[in-house]
């Protein structure tokens, strides 16, 4: 039987652990920073867990990690004190943390060295698509260690992508983000107009959602940006973090994101205002009306 180790019990990471639990004979091991986290997943699925880092990965055959961001993810796999030192040869490492597409490499660099697999795997479909088990992975890195993997990715994952060598992966999500943020801004824009002429709204979003105009954000995030709730999963701060690296790698590109940069001072504004904590839809919060 071969053993499992999930590092990080976040919005997503928590119910792709349970899904891993609940859907494959694997040993699971868990870990998270905040160990009552941990305590509660294995709880809840009959999972082991270890408040040590180093004693929940000993002998994985495979290590996931849903972490935060870049910082995160190197303190917890990189040097001498880190998972990737510690994981025995032929083992596996998939980051399903948005990165930067620089840290992919790097992790891939420190993995090849020490005779490990290594994937970065960045996810779509955010709290909603991990408790439903419908998530989109986009995967960079060695097709035939993707092959490896592919059943425990199947227990959480509907739709699964490998998009080429690594750092594919990263670069994809920032590609997701960047429509993500002109989407939003677009129909944070047409709600705005539509209150503004005193529109039915409800008779609106029915009217357009069946043309050109329709998309997921609208149809899940329209009515409810109308009546300016924003607790639907992925937080506006993590938003923040993923287009800055989307960002700083155009810079790195010489690539023109002048819609992404523009939301993205928007979300930091937003951030700065409180409202960190709301989910992305919460853009229209920062239309010259709402402010």
Partial sequence: MQKVAFLGLGAMGYPMAGHLATRLSAKIMVWNRTTKKAEQCAAQY??????????AIAGADIVFTCLGRDEDVRQVLLGDDGVIAALKPGSIVVDHTTTSAILARELADACSARQLGFLDGPLSGGEEGARNGKLTC???????????????????????THIGSTGAGQLT????????????????????????ENLDLEKVLSAISGGAAQSWQMNNRGRTMHQREFDFGFALKWMVKDLGYCVSQAEQSDT??????????RYEQLVEQGHAQKDTSALILSLQRDV
Avoid: H, R, W
């Fill in 46 to 55: 009959s999972l082991d867990y270890s408040e040590n880092l180093i004693e």
């Fill in 256 to 265: 023109k994101l002048n819609l992404a940069s523009d939301v993205l001072a």
């Fill in 173 to 196: 999500k920032m590609v997701n983000q960047i429509c993500i943020a002109g989407i939003l801004q677009g129909l944070s824009e047409g709600i705005e107009f539509a209150e503004a």
């Fill in 138 to 160: 986009m995967l960079g890195g060695d097709e035939a260690v993707l092959e490896k993997v592919m059943p425990f990715l199947e227990t959480y994952c509907a739709s699964i």
